[in-house]
């Protein structure tokens, strides 16, 4: 049993994360208006984001690769809706996990990925629309560039966090080491 493996820390921050990620989805899914255009764009994101999942670019030196479909995610956030970027970064993740790798993640694992990223995805949506920085920019250029560090930011600190928990070792090493370029 994974739960009795991990260090407590590593199980209390395993929880945290999850919980904190399905109760922030289900806070914005309860907020989405739904209408007929979301359902087209859904539909169309979810196809590109499970495309782009398996497009994984490596870096040299850096441990693990990048994928290619937080592109999409972004996209869907800055076309659609919050809602609609979440539901694609979900299924976009699962399909990462399952479908596009060469060796099957644990349970546990795809859990994490899954319930952690809501998080990178509302803070990427809250820097995107944030009023400051689309006054800042008529293009909306520098909205896009902040959304996508942001996105990039917490999504890699949320995964070395755990990583540096399970592995007793200091999330700013694991993060340098293994995400700092990315």
């Given at each position: 049993?994974?739960?009795?493996?991990?260090?407590?820390?590593?199980?209390?921050?395993?929880?945290?994360?999850?919980?904190?990620?399905?109760?922030?989805?289900?806070?914005?899914?309860?907020?989405?208006?739904?209408?007929?255009?979301?359902?087209?764009?859904?539909?169309?994101?979810?196809?590109?984001?499970?495309?782009?999942?398996?497009?994984?670019?490596?870096?040299?030196?850096?441990?693990?690769?990048?994928?290619?479909?937080?592109?999409?995610?972004?996209?869907?956030?800055?076309?659609?809706?919050?809602?609609?970027?979440?539901?694609?970064?979900?299924?976009?993740?699962?399909?990462?996990?399952?479908?596009?790798?060469?060796?099957?993640?644990?349970?546990?694992?795809?859990?994490?990925?899954?319930?952690?990223?809501p998080l990178p995805v509302l803070a990427a949506s809250l820097v995107?629309?944030?009023?400051?920085?689309?006054?800042?920019?008529?293009?909306?250029?520098?909205?896009?560039?902040?959304?996508?560090?942001?996105?990039?930011?917490?999504?890699?600190i949320t995964v070395a966090g755990i990583i540096g928990l399970t592995?007793?070792?200091?999330?700013?090493?694991?993060?340098?080491?293994s995400y700092l370029w990315t």
């Amino acid at each position: 049993n994974f739960l009795q493996v991990l260090p407590l820390r590593a199980r209390a921050y395993w929880f945290l994360v999850i919980v904190t990620g399905i109760f922030w989805s289900a806070y914005s899914l309860f907020q989405w208006p739904i209408g007929h255009k979301d359902f087209l764009s859904l539909g169309i994101y979810i196809i590109a984001a499970i495309s782009s999942s398996g497009l994984k670019i490596r870096l040299p030196g850096i441990f693990g690769t990048l994928s290619m479909n937080y592109v999409v995610v972004i996209l869907a956030l800055l076309d659609s809706s919050t809602s609609v970027g979440l539901i694609v970064a979900v299924v976009s993740t699962l399909s990462q996990c399952l479908l596009h790798t060469t060796t099957r993640p644990q349970w546990f694992q795809v859990v994490f990925s899954v319930g952690g990223i809501p998080l990178p995805v509302l803070a990427a949506s809250l820097v995107l629309h944030s009023p400051y920085l689309l006054n800042a920019d008529q293009t909306h250029c520098f909205a896009l560039l902040a959304a996508s560090l942001v996105y990039m930011c917490v999504n890699t600190i949320t995964v070395a966090g755990i990583i540096g928990l399970t592995g007793n070792k200091s999330l700013i090493d694991v993060w340098t080491n293994s995400y700092l370029w990315t």
